[in-house]
Every structure is written in structure tokens, then in C-alpha cells.
């Protein structure tokens, strides 16, 4: 089959015209009415129904342009592919991301690379780690950074690094006070006995949970399946800046990154409470589709992750 034939009958179906076609094509009329006449003659169909007077597609032809979008959809993704090579002068990074990673890790890392390689365009798309899954899948992402546990045999996940969830208070909550009390009155290791109270002290205050499908409520879900422990969550919010100001103005605690609460920690607005069996260590992952192809600005931006720490700051 003849490609400038079929481009020339692709384009005439898509703008419905000949000559709309000729013009986007930039050759005559006469020429394109020529090239899908000998692609017909190829096929030994005809594509297009001429005696309504108006351009429409028969069956055969409505088939045939679906595939032809297909290959030069494909022919623009590689023209495009190989332009990313040349010395990072254009192109397109596109990275996903859950909740915490993409307002509090990635911002510094995507300027410090914007500063890096400014022609290249940047597209964050933040999520539910389910969702963040379901668009690296759908979409043409480059690659994802998702908080959750990957179950995906279609993904190739990557540990990229670690992260602590630990329970917050409001800096007036009366367990804040009780803490620093506590740690301002004696010293040495709080007894087992002090510990195990508590922690049902804790316990017994109403939760700010993030919503179901994303990564952070999973991991902390399961967390404490494991250890037998039920919360009584009392809102659901559907991101961390959220939590952050229910639990500053006192409707309860949470369990979130520490990623997320080191302004309200240096300013003194939350506080950390001292429960170990609400600390939960979780990894952070690099997500790719493996059967897609890397660009340069997406390898360029993963040796960036391995020389330049995500939070910003140089220990």
C-alpha cells in the first residue's frame, strides 16, 4: 500500500474536504483526488460515497481510516521520539505521581531540571496511586512515582526511596502537652506501662484518614490489620494539605509522610506524637511501563534523581 496515497486519503476523511485536505497537505487538489483514485484502484474498494453530495466514508473506508490515524499516529510518536534525542533542545517530559510525592518531592527535582534543560515541556499529572497506575497504563506518561504497593504485572516498579508516616496533633492538643510534659519532667525511656497507656490514649481519639485507592490509607490499612489495632476515623480528606488544617484546628490526629509536615513542624503548628506502633515505614516507587521506550529528558531526569535529593536539602 502506497503511504502518500493512503496520507492523502487519511487527510481528506479527517478534514471531510479535498480540498482542505490539498491545502494541509500543501499540494493541488487534482493531486489528491489522483492519490485516493489509485489507492482505490489498489484496493479494488472505494472508499469514499460521492453521490450525496457530500464527502462520507463507506464501511470499507471508515475501517481503513481508523488504521491509517493508527500508523500516522505512530509515525508522529516516533518523529517525535527521535527529536528528544537531539541534545534536549525539545520535548516533552511527562511524569505521574501520588499525592505526597507530587506536592511535596517532585516540585524541587521538575525545577531543578526545568533550570537544567528549559525547552523541555513538563506535564505532572497527580493521583490516587490507583489512578496514577491506571493513566501510566492509558496514557502516554513517561514514567510514575506512586506511594502504594505496586500488583501489576503490566508495570515495572523500582525502589526509589523510603519514607516514615507518623502520627500528628494539633500543638494545643492535650496528648501533644501531655508529651512534652512528660518529656520535659523526667528523664531516662518511658516504661512500658506509659507507653502502652498511651498509645490507647491515642487510639481513642478520632483519625483524619486519607480516601480509599490511595496509597498512603492502603499502607496504613493494612498496618494495622496487621497489629490488630482499629481507628476511629472521623473524616475522610482527599489530600495532605487537607489533613494538615483539620488536625491544626482540632478535629482529631492523623497518620501522614513526614515529607509532608516539615513547614508546620519548624513553625510549630503540628506536633509528632511518640507512638511506635503508628510509625510505619513505607517505600517509595519508580513505576514505568516496560514495553514503552525511554526518551533522553526521561533518562536525563532519572540521573537527576540518583545526584540530587527530592526534598532539597544537602545533609
Known amino acids: 500500500m502506497n503511504l502518500n496515497h493512503l496520507r492523502a486519503f487519511e487527510m481528506v476523511a479527517r478534514m471531510k474536504s479535498f480540498s482542505r485536505a490539498a491545502l494541509e497537505l500543501d499540494i493541488t487538489q487534482p493531486a489528491v483526488s489522483k492519490s485516493v483514485r489509485e489507492l482505490e484502484h489498489e484496493l479494488g474498494m472505494t472508499l469514499f460515497d460521492r453521490t450525496r453530495g457530500a464527502i462520507q466514508l463507506t464501511e470499507v473506508g471508515q475501517t481503513l481510516f481508523h488504521y491509517a490515524q493508527r500508523i500516522?499516529?505512530?509515525?508522529?510518536?516516533?518523529?517525535?521520539?527521535?527529536?528528544?534525542?537531539?541534545?534536549?533542545?525539545?520535548?516533552?517530559?511527562?511524569?505521574?505521581?501520588?499525592?505526597?510525592?507530587?506536592?511535596?518531592?517532585?516540585?524541587?527535582l521538575l525545577g531543578r531540571f526545568h533550570r537544567d534543560h528549559p525547552n523541555i515541556q513538563l506535564f505532572l499529572d497527580i493521583g490516587t496511586t490507583r489512578e496514577v497506575i491506571e493513566r501510566l497504563l492509558s496514557s502516554p506518561l513517561d514514567c510514575a512515582f506512586v506511594e502504594g504497593v505496586v500488583e501489576n504485572t503490566e508495570i515495572a516498579a523500582t525502589r526509589w526511596q523510603e519514607d516514615t508516616l507518623v502520627v500528628i496533633a494539633a500543638a494545643n492538643h492535650p496528648l501533644a502537652l501531655a508529651q512534652a510534659n512528660r518529656r520535659s519532667g523526667r528523664a531516662g525511656v518511658p516504661t512500658t506501662e506509659i507507653r502502652q497507656r498511651f498509645l490507647a490514649d491515642v487510639i481513642a481519639e478520632p483519625f483524619i484518614q486519607r480516601e480509599p485507592g490511595s496509597g498512603a490509607r492502603e499502607i496504613i490499612d493494612d498496618h494495622l490489620a496487621n497489629r490488630g489495632i482499629t481507628l476511629r476515623v472521623a473524616m475522610e480528606v482527599?489530600?495532605?494539605?487537607?489533613?494538615?488544617?483539620?488536625?491544626?484546628?482540632?478535629?482529631?490526629?492523623?497518620?501522614i509522610s513526614r515529607h509532608a509536615i516539615s513547614a508546620e513542624l519548624a513553625l510549630g503548628r503540628l506536633v509528632t506524637l511518640d507512638v511506635p506502633e503508628l510509625t510505619i515505614r513505607r517505600t517509595l516507587w519508580r513505576v514505568q511501563a516496560p514495553e514503552r521506550p525511554t526518551s533522553q529528558a526521561l533518562n536525563t531526569f532519572l540521573t537527576l534523581l540518583d545526584t540530587e535529593p527530592a526534598n532539597g536539602d544537602r545533609q
Open 72 to 108: 500516522f499516529a505512530a509515525e508522529d510518536a516516533a518523529r517525535i521520539a527521535l527529536e528528544q534525542f537531539r541534545h534536549l533542545e525539545r520535548g516533552r517530559l511527562s511524569i505521574g505521581a501520588s499525592a505526597t510525592i507530587g506536592v511535596y518531592l517532585l516540585p524541587h
Open 238 to 255: 482527599s489530600n495532605a494539605e487537607g489533613i494538615k488544617q483539620m488536625v491544626g484546628a482540632g478535629l482529631g490526629l492523623a497518620i
